[in-house]
């Protein structure tokens, strides 16, 4: 196991405790975004450049996910930072259509081969695998091949697509059969009730489990914002694992990527801003 990456985030000091924990050997790198980590530095937010240059100084992995599965969310408006990034092109938002997908991952790519890291293809949080949305994830992970075979790829869903059984393992196999040297998983929660994730529901955790050991057995896996599914998914042959000191860090809560509408005293755990 590589070890763990520490999820990006917006509490100021995230640069320093990160490179910190890399060099002390408690973490393995981090993954930014383009929802904490600014394209052009502000005012205790440094860019993307300096912190990917910073934690690589220490012998860090670092990988830039711009989580077009968080931004399609539509409770997502928590776009400062992201915006300034413009990873849309003028066919608009989204994976629907041919021409809005290569404009897409051409920006993407762009991006992370100036910052340095690994080409990691965008993709959608897919609550069936058998849905339109599935078919976008599928034709946009084989354009990505397409621009470049060496490409990393992405796969998200909710509770419900990674508990859809049968349709699931044929879906991941087509996938699989991309042969992409490294994929990375996301279990997505639509909701989280006083601050823990959903953990009813068993066939969606073992439908995670098997895709990480079938997709294991010929590249590498990465288990972002793993939370409690991080040591069933490294026992399922996973290589690496995302987390962080924050809710939002630990585990995929959709209230990091939204501005609330009546803020209030908080505890710095909250997942939002400080």
């Known amino acids: 196991m ?3 990456l520490i999820h990006d985030g917006r509490r100021i000091g995230h640069r320093s405790w990160t490179v910190s924990a890399v060099d002390q050997g408690f973490a393995a790198g981090a993954v930014l975004t383009p929802f904490s980590t600014p394209r052009i530095s502000q005012p205790r937010h ?3 450049r300096e912190v990917a240059d910073d934690v690589r100084s220490v012998g860090g992995e ?8 968080a931004r399609q969310l539509p409770t997502t408006n928590k776009t400062d930072f992201y915006d300034e990034w413009e990873l849309w092109g003028n066919s608009g938002r989204g994976l629907a259509t041919p021409a809005m997908r ?3 991952v051409e920006r993407v790519f762009r991006y992370q081969g100036s ?3 690994p080409l990691l293809t965008p993709t959608l949080a897919l609550t069936s695998p058998t849905s339109p949305e599935a078919n976008h994830v599928l034709e946009t992970a084989s354009l990505a091949r397409g621009l470049d075979a060496g490409a990393w790829q992405s796969l998200a869903g909710t509770h419900s697509f990674w508990a859809s059984g049968p349709e699931l393992d044929a879906f991941v196999g087509t996938l699989a059969g991309l042969r992409a040297p490294a994929w990375v998983l996301t279990l997505t929660n639509l909701v989280v009730t006083d601050g823990v ?3 009813g529901n068993s066939e969606a955790h073992l439908g995670f489990v098997r895709t990480v050991h079938s997709l294991s057995l010929r590249s590498r896996v990465i288990i972002a914002h793993a939370d409690y599914m991080g040591l069933p998914a490294v026992a399922a042959g996973a290589d690496t694992v995302g987390s962080g000191w924050d809710r939002g860090q630990r585990f995929f809560d959709p209230l990091s990527f939204r501005f609330d509408s009546n803020p209030g005293p908080r505890i710095p755990a909250s997942g939002l801003d400080p």
């Open 62 to 69: 670092v990988l830039f996910d711009v989580m077009t599965h």
């Open 197 to 199: 994730p959903d953990f």
């Open 2 to 4: 590589a070890g763990v």
């Open 102 to 104: 290569l404009e897409h």
């Open 115 to 117: 910052l340095g890291v």
């Open 46 to 48: 440094p860019n993307a």
